[in-house]
């Protein structure tokens, strides 16, 4: 599926995030909550600073840059395999919710609600002011004798939280939004805390409510740790005096808990298995005519 193509899945729908802007920043961000099982869908159809760049020629892993086409077919691709929605369509206000959370409105008539919602555009963030009740969010500035108004890159700290609870900005942030990579590590950075206050909210305690996203090789771990005591004694020993939960919630979130960290080893043959697949979907968003010629430029190589 291409990275234009549109989707009717959030018409109708109720999301635990809603990220606004389907670059760098926005599709980073998605990988991480969707990956830890948040609902999420991408918006993504406005004025993109990364398509004004003619050749992306400095984002680790591309030895001789890639196109702005492909990178995004990429990008959206990660984005709907980690179980993103990605929705072309433009998000024109977002407000806040009766019962709690945001709605959020696009220009195709489409109405969401999200109890999370993440800015992630460089340009064009007057979707967002519906929210700015104590006039912090934008600043004026003067340029050539007219006065411009744009959103303050300053208005989210560092982690991406802002006095808004449950609203978050990705981009633009200071400095980070310059560059693509940067956008995507920031992205990230945002994520892991969406997902963390996600967890926070469902009673995990800080230890362990932002966890590594990260799979590891089973011929690595300790016998010790593939023993559920081992990790029951382990999250006994380490959880706040102060948790508040109950005994069957905590058991609930402690049995899941330990369920995914044993998930997250992988045997050599998961690991050989998901190599094929990741070669396999790069692949698949090449221009056939260009790995034909690649191949036949090979076969050359071997014949001479």
Not at 56 to 77: K, M, S, W
Not at 115 to 142: C, I, N, Q, W
Not at 169 to 182: D, F, G, M, N, R
Not at 204 to 216: G, N, Q, T, V
Request: hydrophobic share 35%; glycine share 8%; net charge negative.
């Amino acid at each position: 599926m291409s990275a234009d193509e549109s989707t009717d899945a959030a018409s109708t729908r109720e999301y635990d995030v809603v990220i606004v802007g389907g670059g760098p920043a926005g599709c980073s961000t998605g990988v991480f909550t969707a990956r830890e099982g948040l609902d999420t869908v991408i918006f993504d159809r406005g004025r993109s600073s990364l398509r004004q760049c003619a050749h992306l020629e400095n984002y680790l892993g591309f030895p001789a840059g890639i196109d702005i086409e492909t990178f995004y077919d990429l990008a959206h691709d990660h984005a709907k395999t980690a179980g993103c929605d990605v929705v072309a369509d433009l998000v024109e206000s977002v407000t806040r919710a009766t019962d709690g959370g945001f709605v959020v409105e696009t220009q195709e008539d489409r109405t969401v609600h999200a109890a999370r919602v993440v800015a992630a555009t460089r340009y064009g963030s007057e979707y967002l002011k519906p929210l700015d009740d104590a006039d912090e969010m934008f600043v004026t500035h003067s340029h050539g004798g007219e006065e411009h108004e744009h959103f303050d890159r300053t208005y989210a700290d560092r982690d991406g939280r802002t006095p808004i609870e449950g609203l978050y900005v990705a981009s633009p942030v200071e400095k980070v939004s310059e560059q693509a990579i940067l956008a995507a590590g920031h992205g990230a950075l945002v994520g892991r805390h969406v997902v963390g206050d996600a967890r926070r909210e469902e009673g995990y305690w800080d230890e362990i409510a932002e966890r590594i996203d990260w799979l590891r090789r089973e011929r690595a771990r300790d016998d010790e740790w593939g023993d559920r005591e081992r990790w029951r004694e382990y999250f006994q020993n380490n959880l706040p005096d102060d948790h508040g939960l109950s005994e069957d919630k905590l058991d609930e979130l402690r049995e899941q808990e330990i369920d995914d960290r044993l998930d997250a080893y992988v045997t050599d043959d998961e690991i050989d298995q998901r190599k094929q697949q990741a070669h396999d979907a790069i692949l698949e968003s090449l221009d056939t005519d260009r790995i034909r010629a690649y191949l036949d430029r090979v076969d050359d190589t071997w014949d001479s």
